[in-house]
């Protein structure tokens, strides 16, 4: 069974206090990670894939990297629009279908104090 | 555009009342989802449907109730609900054709049930 843990439960931060959030992933063949972010009472917004370790994306001040084992979230000098749920994911390959479904880690709250 | 759009907002509904919610992307993916999602929980697979077929149901109460009228509209048709169902029901969607390259979900506002 596919299993995401993500850590901390909840981060607090100074606004320009630089920090990472942490998911840990098993899964049976990875097709691909995610990374959402939530705000509350709205659905996930869609922020990076990554499909392979080693590989890295970048998004204003957000940095996802992957390793075999887990994947990082980064965030740089952040602010407090920053302030939000973010939820990792991962998707197991399905055959020959081009669909699949998610399996989501509890997620991580981030706030971000002025 | 990553649009994906959902009405209403918000529903409260009775349990012996019929409802359905409404979703529509017009992104030409031809995979959509269902997601239930309770406070402070992530979101939980209840649907996929793949080229306006069924795909998967994830053993949901037959008081939820899919329909896929074509590739862009996907709708959940709600009967006899229990307090439990209360939650915010959220739409995806995703590319789901032959030979591409990326998986991504992208996800609607969301509608807010709550049932009485």
């Known amino acids: 069974e596919d299993q995401v843990t993500q850590s901390p439960e909840a981060l607090r931060l100074q606004e320009g206090e630089s920090s990472s959030l942490n998911c840990s992933y098993t899964?049976?063949?990875?097709?691909?990670l995610f990374w959402y972010r939530q705000d509350p009472g709205k659905g996930p917004e869609f922020l990076f894939t990554?499909?392979?370790a080693g590989e890295e994306k970048e998004k204003e001040r957000l940095k996802a990297t992957l390793t075999k084992k887990e994947s990082f979230l980064h965030i740089t000098a952040p602010k407090p629009e920053d302030s939000a749920t973010y939820l990792c994911?991962?998707?197991?390959?399905?055959?020959?279908?081009?669909?699949?479904?998610?399996?989501f880690g509890q997620g991580t709250i981030l706030t971000v104090h002025p | 555009d990553t649009e994906v759009t959902q009405t209403p907002k918000h529903l409260v509904m009775g349990m012996t009342n019929k409802k359905s919610l409404k979703c529509e992307q017009h992104m030409g993916h031809r995979a959509m989802y269902w997601y239930k999602q309770k406070a402070k929980k992530p979101p939980e697979l209840m649907f996929v449907y793949s080229y306006e077929k069924l795909s998967i149901n994830e053993s949901v109460p037959s008081r939820f109730s899919p329909e896929c009228p074509n590739s862009s509209l996907l709708n959940l048709h709600l009967h006899a609900l229990q307090p439990e169902d209360s939650a915010l029901y959220l739409c995806a969607s995703s590319p789901g054709q032959g030979g591409v390259i990326s998986y991504e979900q992208y996800f609607g506002p969301g509608t807010r049930l709550t049932v009485t």
């Open positions: 899964v049976s063949g990875l097709r691909g």
């Open positions: 994911a991962v998707q197991a390959f399905a055959g020959g279908t081009s669909y699949g479904k998610l399996t």
């Open positions: 990554l499909y392979s």
